[in-house]
């Protein structure tokens, strides 16, 4: 059973940064490709970022462009999203999704083709 536990997430000002952590309890998060989503009150859960089983190929929303980093750690299973420039509308529930059966090249942006979700971890931004 694969699981996702997210954490750093937290209150900060607008213009702050956070980072995010997904650590999944798996072999090896390269098999997998991963990515984060977000949910905002009342809103439909969002694409933010995903990245390749390699690691070396990385997509995101536009919103988030420029602002956001997704990176993985292989050696510690667990997968990053370095928040800089934040805006109050960032405001969200954070959520990490993992697939298996990728190529190793590919990212995914659609939400339903994860397989395993975890249970997120809220992030507000205050102006």
């Known amino acids: 059973q694969v699981q996702l536990v997210e954490s750093g997430g937290g209150l900060v000002q607008a213009g702050g940064s956070l980072r995010l952590s997904c650590a999944a309890s798996v072999r090896a998060i390269s098999d997998y490709v991963t990515g984060w989503f977000r949910q905002a009150p009342g809103k439909e859960r969002e694409f933010v970022a995903s990245i390749s089983r390699s690691g070396g190929r990385t997509s995101y929303a536009d919103s988030v462009k420029g602002r956001f980093t997704i990176s993985s750690d292989n050696a510690k299973n667990t997968v990053y999203l370095q928040m800089n420039s934040l805006r109050p509308e960032d405001t969200a529930v954070y959520y990490c999704?993992?697939?298996?059966?990728?190529?190793?090249?590919?990212?995914?942006?659609?939400?339903?083709?994860?397989?395993?979700w975890g249970l997120g971890t809220q992030v507000t931004v205050s102006s």
């Open positions: 999704a993992a697939r298996t059966r990728a190529n190793t090249w590919m990212t995914i942006k659609t939400l339903s083709y994860y397989d395993y």
